[in-house]
């Protein structure tokens, strides 16, 4: 069985992905924990924590390959092969992330979308035709289906998700404002963004600018 890796190293793995990347851009042949952790924020013992979970890179003294570093974590994230994506809910949120580029880049290729608005059905959207959401289980088996993006009202949800994992999706990328549920096996993110605005604002509200003048 292999070691679990924290929510949050995987989270810092990314962002060292897209540092090295920022690196490889400027030319850097080598980059040090020192270098990474300063772009980031972090410490270098941090850096080099997370880095040994995976096993022996770099040179003491000589810091990181960049270029060989950015393939490795790439190898890690599972973004250096290509991943069969389908996308349910065309609404607002849907269509945004359909014409998400970085997606593509990363080897996320959505090639299904899925709707149940009969205006929707059987249109070309930005290149793929929307399919009937009552045949979704049929469809995602069909075309091999890895990864599911869900973008539909709380209300069905849980509908659609129970048919994704029917179909045999074991991974699921949640946008509807409600917590799914979801057998052990099956991986559910969700990405909350009216949370992540609150979160803002309750830092906006509880340490604001004036909270840090002193009483005199």
Do not use: C
């Amino acid at each position: 069985m292999k070691k679990k890796i924290s929510d949050s190293s995987i989270h810092r793995l990314s962002l060292y992905f897209r540092a090295l990347s920022l690196f490889e851009m400027e030319n850097y042949e080598t980059v040090s924990s020192k270098e990474l952790a300063k772009h980031e924020k972090l410490t270098p013992a941090q850096i080099r924590k997370d880095l040994s979970s995976f096993g022996s890179f770099g040179t003491r003294g000589l810091g990181y390959p960049v270029h060989e570093l950015k393939n490795k974590i790439a190898s890690i994230l599972g973004i250096d092969r290509s991943w069969r994506v389908a996308l349910v809910g065309i609404g607002n949120i849907g269509s945004a992330l359909v014409s998400y580029k970085e997606f593509m880049k990363h080897g996320f290729q959505i090639i299904k979308l899925f709707d149940n608005d009969q205006r929707k059905i059987g249109s070309n959207h930005k290149g793929i035709i929307v399919s009937d959401i009552k045949n979704i289980q049929q469809e995602l088996k069909e075309s091999n289906i890895q990864i599911v993006i869900i973008s539909v009202p709380a209300t069905v949800a849980q509908n659609i998700v129970d048919d994704v994992v029917e179909a045999g999706v074991k991974a699921i990328l949640n946008f509807a404002p409600i917590n799914l549920r979801v057998p052990d096996d099956v991986i559910l993110r969700n990405e909350n963004m009216s949370m992540e605005l609150e979160y803002l604002s309750f830092n906006l509200v509880n340490y604001s600018q004036e909270d840090d003048i002193e009483e005199v």
